[in-house]
C-alpha cells in the first residue's frame, strides 16, 4: 500500500512539474499574430466560399493586410464589408469588383430536394464549412443553421438537386406594414370639408 502512495504521489509531483513547465512555454513562446488580418478577417463574412479567389476568408485576410489585394472581392460581405474594411485601413472604399460575383439581394442557404438525390457526396466534399449531412448512396441534407450560402455545393450536383433559397427570417424579422391613414382630419382634407359647409 505504501508504494501506491509512493507512485501515485510520484506521478502527481511530476505532472505539476510538466505541468509547469508547458505553462511557461505556452506564455514565453507565445507566436503573436497579425493583429490588422485579425480585425480584417472578423469584418469578412466567414462563407469559405472561395470566390475572392483565395481558400478562404483568413487567407484573403491576410493578402489585403500585406496590401497584396483589393478590399472590393468578396461578393456574399457586399458593400457593407467593402465600407467596414475601408474605415479599418483609411482608404477610400471601390465599388464590388464584379469579376468575382454579385452582391446577393437577401442571405441565401443551400436546400437539397431530397426526393431527387442520388447520394453522391459531391456536395458534400465541396462544401467548405461542413453544412451538409448524408452518405454514400444516402439522401443528403443541408444544416441551415450551418449553411453560408456559397453555392460551391451547386456546380458538382450531377442531378441538379440543389436549390439556394432566401433565409426565412422567421419570428423576429417579419413585421407588420402601418395601416394607410383612413381618417380625415382637417389639415389633409380642407377641400372636402368647404365642400360639406357649402351644400
Known amino acids: 500500500m505504501t508504494s501506491f502512495i509512493v507512485a501515485v504521489s510520484a506521478l502527481v509531483i511530476l505532472s505539476l512539474i510538466f505541468g509547469a513547465i508547458l505553462g511557461f512555454a505556452a506564455i514565453r513562446f507565445k507566436v503573436e499574430g497579425n493583429p490588422l488580418v485579425e480585425q480584417i478577417d472578423a469584418l469578412l463574412p466567414q462563407t469559405q466560399c ?4 483565395y481558400p478562404g476568408c483568413s ?4 493578402a489585403i493586410a500585406k496590401g497584396e489585394e483589393g478590399i472590393n ?12 474594411i ?4 483609411g482608404v477610400e472604399p471601390e465599388p464590388l469588383d464584379a469579376e468575382h460575383g454579385t452582391e446577393k439581394e ?26 451538409i449531412l448524408g ?9 441551415e443553421s450551418e449553411c453560408t450560402g456559397c453555392d460551391l455545393c451547386l456546380e458538382p450536383c450531377p442531378v441538379d438537386c440543389i436549390d439556394m433559397v432566401p ?11 402601418k395601416p394607410i391613414q383612413i381618417i380625415a382630419t382637417d389639415a389633409g382634407n380642407t377641400d372636402a370639408l368647404n365642400e360639406g359647409k357649402a351644400a
Not at 472561395?50 to 479567389?53: A, F, H, K, P, R
Open 106 to 131: 437577401s442571405a441565401m442557404v443551400a436546400v437539397i430536394r431530397e426526393d431527387e438525390c442520388i447520394g453522391c457526396t459531391k456536395c458534400i466534399q465541396a462544401c467548405p464549412v461542413d453544412a
Open 50 to 53: 472561395g470566390q475572392c479567389s
Open 135 to 143: 452518405a454514400a448512396k444516402q439522401m443528403h441534407t443541408v444544416i
Open 167 to 177: 433565409i426565412d427570417g422567421g419570428l423576429p424579422a417579419w413585421h407588420w406594414d
Open 59 to 62: 487567407p484573403y485576410a491576410e
Open 86 to 89: 475601408a474605415d479599418l485601413l
Open 73 to 84: 472581392k468578396c461578393p456574399p460581405g457586399g458593400e457593407s464589408t467593402i465600407q467596414a
